[in-house]
C-alpha cells in the first residue's frame, strides 16, 4: 500500500502560512518552478514572495534573468515616477529567446506590485530585482563601456580593449567559442583586466548610500558577467557538465555579491528553475559531478539559513518551443508518468493542490529513495518527456517545502519578437 503524504490545503495566499512559518529566519528562499512556462508557478512565487517582502523585509528578487535586462527593471521599479510607460512596455527589454521566461503578463503584475511598494518605502529600503545569469557577454560588455566612458575613469582603455576584442565575432559569443577552441588566443585577459580596473576604481572612490552604490556595483557584476560568459561558452562548446557549473557558480556569486551591497541583514528571494534551486546533492545531476545554487547556497550560507523550495503539477499545458530558437507554443502537458512523485500526489490528492514540508516527509521511508521528478524546460516535447524529463530526487533532501498543482495552465506572453542571440538549450530538463 501506497504512503499517505501529510499536506496542508492550496487554494488562496493565507493558505502559505505553513511555508512561512517553516521559512522562519531563513536569509535566503529559492522558489522553483518545474516548467518555464507555467501560470501557478509565477503567480505562487509572486504570491509568497509578496509576503516574504511585508512581513519578513526580504530586501531583493534576483531571477534566472540576465544581469543587464533585469537591471533596467530594477532600476524603474524603484523610481517616484513611472517613466518607462508600463510594464508591458518595460519588459520588452528580455528579447533573448526565450522571452516568455521574464516577458509575460504575470511579470508585468509584479512589477507594477513592486512600483507600488517601493514608493511607499525611502530610497535605500526599496526592493530590487536581479539578473543571476551569464548569458549576456556581449550587451554586459556593452553596459560597461557606456558606463565608464560617462564615468570617464581609468577602467575606459581596459572595456575598449575588451569590446574591440570581442567585435570580430558578430556580437555572437558561440562564434568566438568556436574560433578560439582550437587556438591558444582568446579574450580572457582582457574581460578579466576589465573586472579588476572596475574594482580597483570602487576601492579608489567608494559610493555613498545604496542608490549610488548599486550603479557601480551594476557596471562591476557587468564585467563579472562578461568573465564568466567567457568562461561559459568555451565550456558549453566542450560538451559535458562544466558549463552548468560555470554558469550555476556564476549564479552563486552574484548572490553573495547581492546580499553584500545589501548589508549583513540583507534577505534574498531566488527565483529559478527546479533544477538550479533544488539541492543538486540529491538528484543524478551528482553523478556528472554538476552543482547548482541550491547546493551551493546551503554549503556556503549554511543549511539553517537557506530555504528552499520545489514546484510541480501533474497535467496541464505549458508554454514552450519544440526546438531552440523556435516560435513559442502553447503545449499540451500530459498526465504525469505512474510512479513518479506528481503522480503519487495525483493519486492521493484526487485533483486539489497541496503545499508539504520536507520536515514531514522525512518521516516517510519510501521517499528516503529517488523519485522520478518532472521537469519541463524552455523547449519540450511531451510526446518524449517520458525519456528525458524526469530527474530521480530525494524529495525531502532536494527541497524543504514543495507546492503541488494538480492542473496547470500556460503562462501568458508578452508580444516580443526575439533576437537573433543566446546559446542553445543544453539539457532537455531545463534552460
Same mark, same amino acid.
Not at 501529510?6 to 529559492?30: E, H, K, M
Not at 539578473?131 to 557577454?137: F, N
Not at 560555470?246 to 540583507?266: A, F, I, Q, Y
Given at each position: 500500500?501506497?504512503?499517505?503524504?501529510?499536506?496542508?490545503?492550496?487554494?488562496?495566499?493565507?493558505?502559505?502560512?505553513?511555508?512561512?512559518?517553516?521559512?522562519?529566519?531563513?536569509?535566503?528562499?529559492?522558489?522553483?518552478?518545474?516548467?518555464?512556462?507555467?501560470?501557478?508557478?509565477?503567480?505562487?512565487?509572486?504570491?509568497?514572495?509578496?509576503?516574504?517582502?511585508?512581513?519578513?523585509?526580504?530586501?531583493?528578487?534576483?531571477?534566472?534573468?540576465?544581469?543587464?535586462?533585469?537591471?533596467?527593471?530594477?532600476?524603474?521599479?524603484?523610481?517616484?515616477?513611472?517613466?518607462?510607460?508600463?510594464?508591458?512596455?518595460?519588459?520588452?527589454?528580455?528579447?533573448?529567446?526565450?522571452?516568455?521566461?521574464?516577458?509575460?503578463? @504575470?511579470?508585468? !503584475?509584479?512589477?507594477?506590485? %513592486?512600483?507600488?511598494?517601493? $514608493?511607499? #518605502? *525611502? =530610497?535605500?529600503?526599496?526592493?530590487?530585482?536581479?539578473?543571476?545569469?551569464?548569458?549576456?557577454?556581449?550587451?554586459?560588455?556593452?553596459?560597461?563601456?557606456?558606463?565608464?566612458?560617462?564615468?570617464?575613469?581609468?577602467?575606459?582603455?581596459?572595456?575598449?580593449?575588451?569590446?574591440?576584442?570581442?567585435?570580430?565575432?558578430?556580437?555572437?559569443?558561440?562564434?568566438?567559442?568556436?574560433?578560439?577552441?582550437?587556438?591558444?588566443?582568446?579574450?580572457?585577459? @582582457?574581460?578579466? !583586466?576589465?573586472?579588476?580596473? %572596475?574594482?580597483?576604481?570602487? $576601492?579608489? #572612490? *567608494? =559610493?555613498?548610500?545604496?542608490?549610488?552604490?548599486?550603479?557601480?556595483?551594476?557596471?562591476?557584476?557587468?564585467?563579472?558577467?562578461?568573465?564568466?560568459?567567457?568562461?561559459?561558452?568555451?565550456?558549453?562548446?566542450?560538451?559535458?557538465?562544466?558549463?552548468?557549473?560555470?554558469?550555476?557558480?556564476?549564479?552563486?556569486?552574484?548572490?553573495?555579491?547581492?546580499?553584500?551591497?545589501?548589508?549583513?541583514?540583507?534577505?534574498?528571494?531566488?527565483?529559478?528553475?527546479?533544477?538550479?534551486?533544488?539541492?543538486?546533492?540529491?538528484?543524478?545531476?551528482?553523478?556528472?559531478?554538476?552543482?547548482?545554487?541550491?547546493?551551493?547556497?546551503?554549503?556556503?550560507?549554511?543549511?539553517?539559513?537557506?530555504?528552499?523550495?520545489?514546484?510541480?503539477?501533474?497535467?496541464?499545458?505549458?508554454?514552450?518551443?519544440?526546438?531552440?530558437?523556435?516560435?513559442?507554443?502553447?503545449?499540451?502537458?500530459?498526465?504525469?508518468?505512474?510512479?513518479?512523485?506528481?503522480?503519487?500526489?495525483?493519486?492521493?490528492?484526487?485533483?486539489?493542490?497541496?503545499?508539504?514540508?520536507?520536515?514531514?516527509?522525512?518521516?516517510?521511508?519510501?521517499?528516503?529513495?529517488?523519485?522520478?521528478?518532472?521537469?519541463?524546460?524552455?523547449?519540450?516535447?511531451?510526446?518524449?518527456?517520458?525519456?528525458?524529463?524526469?530527474?530521480?530526487?530525494?524529495?525531502?533532501?532536494?527541497?524543504?517545502?514543495?507546492?503541488?498543482?494538480?492542473?496547470?495552465?500556460?503562462?501568458?506572453?508578452?508580444?516580443?519578437?526575439?533576437?537573433?542571440?543566446?546559446?542553445?538549450?543544453?539539457?532537455?530538463?531545463?534552460?
Amino acid at each position: 500500500m501506497a504512503s499517505s503524504f501529510p499536506t496542508y490545503p492550496l487554494q488562496q495566499t493565507a493558505d502559505l502560512a505553513p511555508v512561512l512559518d517553516a521559512i522562519g529566519d531563513a536569509r535566503v528562499v529559492l522558489l522553483g518552478e518545474a516548467s518555464h512556462g507555467t501560470h501557478e508557478y509565477y503567480t505562487w512565487r509572486a504570491a509568497l514572495s509578496k509576503r516574504l517582502i511585508q512581513e519578513k523585509g526580504f530586501q531583493f528578487i534576483a531571477v534566472e534573468g540576465d544581469w543587464p535586462d533585469c537591471f533596467a527593471v530594477n532600476a524603474a521599479i524603484k523610481q517616484d515616477e513611472v517613466s518607462y510607460g508600463s510594464a508591458a512596455q518595460l519588459l520588452q527589454t528580455f528579447d533573448r529567446w526565450p522571452t516568455w521566461m521574464w516577458g509575460n503578463w @504575470e511579470i508585468a !503584475a509584479l512589477v507594477d506590485w %513592486l512600483h507600488r511598494h517601493n $514608493l511607499r #518605502q *525611502p =530610497a535605500e529600503q526599496r526592493v530590487g530585482f536581479y539578473g543571476l545569469d551569464v548569458y549576456s557577454l556581449w550587451e554586459s560588455l556593452q553596459a560597461v563601456l557606456q558606463y565608464v566612458e560617462k564615468q570617464g575613469d581609468g577602467a575606459v582603455t581596459a572595456a575598449r580593449r575588451a569590446f574591440s576584442c570581442f567585435e570580430p565575432y558578430s556580437t555572437d559569443p558561440q562564434e568566438y567559442a568556436r574560433a578560439v577552441a582550437f587556438v591558444s588566443e582568446d579574450c580572457q585577459d @582582457e574581460v578579466t !583586466a576589465v573586472l579588476r580596473a %572596475l574594482r580597483t576604481q570602487t $576601492l579608489q #572612490q *567608494p =559610493a555613498v548610500g545604496l542608490p549610488e552604490r548599486e550603479l557601480a556595483f551594476g557596471a562591476e557584476q557587468n564585467a563579472l558577467v562578461a568573465v564568466n560568459a567567457e568562461r561559459y561558452y568555451k565550456a558549453m562548446l566542450r560538451g559535458g557538465g562544466a558549463s552548468w557549473n560555470v554558469r550555476d557558480e556564476h549564479m552563486m556569486e552574484t548572490l553573495t555579491r547581492l546580499l553584500d551591497l545589501h548589508g549583513p541583514d540583507s534577505k534574498a528571494i531566488i527565483w529559478a528553475h527546479n533544477t538550479h534551486i533544488g539541492d543538486a546533492r540529491f538528484t543524478d545531476m551528482r553523478r556528472e559531478d554538476m552543482v547548482n545554487i541550491g547546493q551551493l547556497a546551503r554549503e556556503q550560507l549554511g543549511r539553517d539559513k537557506v530555504f528552499s523550495v520545489g514546484f510541480g503539477s501533474y497535467q496541464g499545458s505549458v508554454i514552450a518551443g519544440k526546438a531552440w530558437g523556435a516560435p513559442l507554443e502553447s503545449m499540451t502537458v500530459p498526465a504525469a508518468t505512474r510512479g513518479s512523485w506528481e503522480h503519487q500526489l495525483h493519486s492521493q490528492l484526487g485533483g486539489d493542490n497541496a503545499l508539504l514540508l520536507s520536515s514531514e516527509l522525512k518521516q516517510i521511508d519510501s521517499l528516503s529513495k529517488a523519485q522520478g521528478h518532472r521537469a519541463i524546460g524552455v523547449v519540450y516535447r511531451p510526446q518524449f518527456e517520458q525519456f528525458g524529463n524526469y530527474v530521480p530526487s530525494v524529495i525531502p533532501e532536494r527541497y524543504d517545502a514543495f507546492l503541488f498543482f494538480d492542473k496547470t495552465r500556460a503562462l501568458h506572453p508578452l508580444n516580443i519578437h526575439p533576437a537573433e542571440k543566446g546559446p542553445p538549450d543544453l539539457y532537455p530538463w531545463g534552460e
